[in-house]
């Protein structure tokens, strides 16, 4: 099954740590994303890799870093700097400018203590 | 940057239509969607509309497209309990706030 994978689904964290949030897909697609939802915000856009070896900030990149080592891999890590990190991240890829949209992880939902 | 922007509540009743409305700024992007989100789990594509179209039907779902006025309108016909969710409009990259749709049985 094809598809985008996002582990884990909870991740608790203390305060001053840093955590690495994973996501994966087996879709061949080039283009993958991360995303911070908080309540009534709708979802902002932290980092987007359109090619291996090459990401871009989004909207709210500050306290978070990327990699993109793999076409099928993307983790984003949530550092010390991020001053509100408890919030519901949401990993997604896709054949750009195409009407397939996005595919979406389900989502990993972190708390910080 | 760039931004899409949408309500937040509507509220209707089952066998009503729901008329959700959203507006951007990026006019470059190729096509713009409409996405499903359930509770606690990540978007699915409902459906998207080529950014030279006006209309697209698909089932119960509408999209109606001004490109003029930067304006998208999502319509589900006959809206069912199941159809309870938040709804996101998105172009190419980001996403509206959501609209959280309940359906009063």
């Known amino acids: 099954d094809g598809g985008i994978t996002q582990s884990p689904k909870y991740l608790f964290r203390k305060e001053g740590q840093n955590v690495t949030l994973s996501c994966e897909q087996n879709?061949?697609?080039?283009?993958m994303y991360w995303y911070r939802q908080d309540p009534g915000q709708g979802l902002r856009l932290i980092y987007y890799?359109?090619?291996?070896?090459?990401?871009q900030k989004g909207d709210i990149a500050e306290g978070y870093s990327v990699s993109r080592e793999k076409k099928e891999s993307f983790p984003l890590t949530v550092t010390s700097a991020q001053k509100n990190p408890t919030a519901f991240y949401l990993c997604?890829?896709?054949?750009?400018?195409?009407?397939?949209?996005?595919?979406f992880g389900q989502g990993t939902r972190l708390t910080v203590v | 940057g760039e931004d899409v922007e949408q309500s937040l509540f509507l509220s209707v009743r089952e066998g009503d239509s729901s008329v959700i409305n959203c507006t951007y700024t990026?006019?470059?992007?190729?096509?713009l969607y409409w996405y499903k989100q359930e509770p606690g789990a990540g978007l699915q594509l409902l459906t998207y509309?080529?950014?030279?179209?006006d209309m697209k039907q698909d089932q119960r779902l509408t999209v109606l497209l001004n490109k003029k006025d930067k304006h998208l309108s999502l319509r589900i016909a006959d809206t069912q309990t199941g159809d309870s969710a938040i709804y996101f409009c998105?172009?190419?990259?980001?996403f509206g706030a959501g609209t959280r749709l309940t359906v009063k049985p």
């Open positions: 509309i080529f950014s030279n179209m």
């Open positions: 890799s359109q090619i291996v070896n090459d990401f």
């Open positions: 997604a890829s896709s054949i750009e400018k195409t009407p397939r949209g996005a595919f």
């Open positions: 998105a172009d190419d990259m980001r």
């Open positions: 879709l061949n697609h080039d283009a």
């Open positions: 990026d006019s470059s992007s190729t096509y």
